[in-house]
């Protein structure tokens, strides 16, 4: 089952990606020569009106071929040009604005992808997200919390005046009064009462000033089917930040110390096996994990990298600046490289997988 599950998430993963690509061309009249799945050696193809559709070995990746293109994909990378009998739909002939977007709509599926599944999951299934009722987890003893009958399960509502909504607003308020007396308003059950105490300034290490420990209860939330693509839209947003800042902090951890922290990094036999763990929590937690691999793969993509979407971008962007291409040799050279490097990378990331799991050792955290 993880094994047809994660097969099943690589296919829409990378299919919307490339399908992105292959519908720009199609909407400009480029011609699309190849539409591939994987990595060659090819395993079968056919040719569908003008276009032929390829199944390759290599399962980490996919391709089109733009007729006239200096790069044709999956890595097979020339800088020599075929005869052109039809300039007019051939991609190195399109203006630049014209082929960036073709580039960057792989990048744009993806990301769409995940706005998508992130709206679905808001309107059918709902989001956790923080409620408003701080409660009492437990209590210790001989604390001022315990001195002034504080149990556990007791609700605080205010803290003097101020209404308590939040755990940090509560942990700030009681920083604020240490060593003063306050009075708190509890819900104990069906019954309201009023508590005073004064939040100590010395305290034995994880007991805290008061000698209690809170959790903030959380809510199910859903959105109208109108909200719902909007509040997608921002969590799309908001994760993608997210993972840029991860990916920065990581990139800084590997300079600094010289080598990569463990569980940081995870190849397809990772990512495999993390499926695996996320299919026992039913498919709603796939669906959200489909959804952060897929912007996973937008952000990757984007960066101006040879032979990734990016670094076509980069070559695009080169041209619309001075007015002149990048010699057609170069940048084929450029690609090559960047897609050696990139399968090296791969290849040596899937090695320590291998080599953690023969060993015994997780390939991932519990």
Same mark, same amino acid.
């Given at each position: 089952?993880?094994?047809?599950?994660?097969?099943?998430?690589?296919?829409?993963?990378?299919?919307?990606?490339?399908?992105?690509?292959?519908?720009?061309?199609?909407?400009?009249?480029?011609?699309?020569?190849?539409?591939?799945?994987?990595?060659?050696?090819?395993?079968?193809?056919?040719?569908?009106?003008?276009?032929?559709?390829?199944?390759?070995?290599?399962?980490?990746?996919?391709?089109?071929?733009?007729?006239?293109?200096?790069?044709?994909?999956?890595?097979?990378?020339?800088?020599?040009?075929?005869?052109?009998?039809?300039?007019?739909?051939?991609?190195?002939?399109?203006?630049?604005?014209?082929?960036?977007?073709?580039?960057?709509?792989?990048?744009?599926?993806?990301? &769409? #992808?995940?706005?998508?599944?992130?709206?679905? $999951?808001?309107? *059918? !299934?709902?989001?956790?997200?923080?409620?408003?009722?701080? =409660?009492?987890?437990?209590?210790?003893?001989?604390?001022?919390?315990?001195?002034?009958?504080?149990?556990?399960?007791?609700?605080?509502?205010?803290?003097?005046?101020?209404?308590?909504?939040?755990?940090?607003?509560?942990?700030?308020?009681?920083?604020?009064?240490?060593?003063?007396?306050?009075?708190?308003?509890?819900?104990?059950?069906?019954?309201?009462?009023?508590?005073?105490?004064?939040?100590?300034?010395?305290?034995?290490?994880?007991?805290?000033?008061?000698?209690?420990?809170?959790?903030?209860?959380?809510?199910?939330?859903?959105?109208?089917?109108?909200?719902?693509?909007?509040?997608?839209?921002?969590?799309?947003?908001?994760?993608?930040? &997210? #993972?840029?800042?991860?990916?920065?902090?990581? $990139?800084?951890? *590997? !300079?600094?110390?010289?080598?990569?922290?463990?569980?940081? =990094?995870?190849?397809?036999?990772?990512?495999?096996?993390?499926?695996?763990?996320?299919?026992?929590?039913?498919?709603?937690?796939?669906?959200?994990?489909?959804?952060?691999?897929?912007?996973?793969?937008?952000?990757?993509?984007?960066?101006?990298?040879?032979?990734?979407?990016?670094?076509?971008?980069?070559?695009?962007?080169?041209?619309?600046?001075?007015?002149?291409?990048?010699?057609?040799?170069?940048?084929?050279?450029?690609?090559?490289?960047?897609?050696?490097?990139?399968?090296?990378?791969?290849?040596?990331?899937?090695?320590?997988?291998?080599?953690?799991?023969?060993?015994?050792?997780?390939?991932?955290?519990?």
């Amino acid at each position: 089952m993880t094994i047809l599950v994660f097969l099943l998430v690589l296919t829409v993963l990378v299919l919307i990606h490339e399908f992105g690509h292959f519908f720009v061309a199609k909407k400009f009249k480029i011609k699309v020569e190849e539409f591939g799945f994987g990595l060659p050696p090819r395993i079968w193809g056919k040719k569908i009106g003008e276009t032929f559709y390829s199944l390759n070995w290599l399962p980490i990746g996919g391709f089109v071929k733009l007729y006239g293109e200096d790069e044709a994909g999956a890595g097979r990378i020339s800088h020599k040009i075929k005869k052109i009998t039809h300039k007019s739909r051939a991609f190195y002939a399109r203006p630049p604005w014209q082929k960036a977007m073709v580039v960057a709509a792989g990048v744009f599926m993806n990301f &769409l #992808l995940a706005v998508l599944i992130f709206s679905f $999951l808001f309107a *059918i !299934v709902g989001v956790s997200v923080p409620g408003d009722r701080v =409660v009492v987890n437990n209590v210790v003893k001989g604390s001022p919390a315990y001195s002034s009958g504080i149990k556990t399960g007791d609700r605080i509502t205010y803290i003097n005046s101020i209404k308590i909504i939040s755990t940090q607003q509560l942990i700030d308020e009681t920083k604020k009064n240490q060593g003063r007396g306050i009075t708190l308003r509890i819900t104990s059950g069906q019954i309201e009462k009023t508590v005073k105490i004064t939040p100590r300034i010395n305290y034995p290490k994880g007991e805290g000033p008061m000698g209690v420990g809170i959790s903030q209860n959380v809510e199910v939330k859903k959105y109208s089917w109108y909200q719902a693509p909007v509040a997608g839209l921002k969590e799309a947003f908001n994760q993608s930040i &997210l #993972l840029i800042k991860a990916g920065g902090n990581l $990139l800084g951890q *590997i !300079v600094s110390s010289g080598k990569v922290p463990e569980y940081s =990094v995870a190849g397809p036999i990772g990512i495999a096996q993390l499926t695996g763990r996320y299919i026992e929590f039913g498919p709603a937690v796939v669906l959200s994990f489909v959804s952060l691999l897929s912007l996973n793969l937008a952000i990757l993509n984007i960066l101006p990298i040879p032979a990734l979407d990016g670094g076509r971008l980069f070559f695009i962007l080169i041209e619309m600046v001075t007015r002149r291409r990048v010699h057609p040799k170069f940048e084929s050279y450029a690609h090559t490289i960047g897609m050696a490097l990139l399968l090296a990378l791969i290849a040596l990331v899937t090695f320590h997988d291998l080599t953690r799991l023969i060993s015994g050792q997780p390939l991932l955290p519990k």
